[in-house]
């Protein structure tokens, strides 16, 4: 994993840096949106006009099988940016945007405004390009899990990746705040709610991992297999 790439935008709240109440020629014409818990913030084919950073709650991006099934693709949290596919050219989404607490706020930016922001500092518009590259690639990963991987794999492989991406070392061990739920990490891997709650708990009894409702803490990175 390309840690070094993400690091900025995944660890830096995206929504302090970006949004464009923070910038005079800007803030004008500047409003935030905010959403009830299940209120969808955009749905497949509405029209590519905006990014969004988020201010407050979480943001479950996916999408519907043919079958009507639904697949989450992603779930956000403060600070981070969504719709950013807008900015590839994209004409009408492929994907939807839920809000998924109450009063969760979210900071939209026109196309416009968010390529002027990315002409005037170029570090942030590659930045921002190679974090679009790699949800693609992080996207690409858990089709082919879905595909060749069992359940279980593919739930200690999302903890792998989580602690790559979002993990913090605290001596030998590997702190990962967490945002997400059980039923989310579910979503997340195309298992059920009782799985990961059963691989998780299996994992904590061998002391490979610690967790409670605000973070989770991998003991011996060597170990979580």
Known sequence: MEKGNIWFLESVDLFDILCPHKYKDLDKKHEFHEYKKDDFIYLSDDASTHIYLIAKGRVKIG????????????????????????????????????????????????????????????????????LIGLRIKRLERRVEALVFKDARTRIVEFLKDMASEYGKKVGFEMMIPSHLTHKDIASLTGTSRQTVTTVLNELRDKNVITFNRRRLLIRDMDLLR
């Open 63 to 130: 999408t519907y099988t043919e079958d009507g099934k639904e697949l989450v693709k992603t779930i956000l949290s403060v600070g981070e940016i969504f719709g950013e596919m807008a900015l590839t050219g994209e004409e009408k989404r492929s994907d939807f945007a839920q809000a998924m607490d109450n009063e969760t706020t979210v900071c939209p930016m026109t196309i416009e405004d968010m390529e002027e922001l990315m002409a005037r500092n170029r570090p942030l518009s590659l930045k921002i390009i190679k």
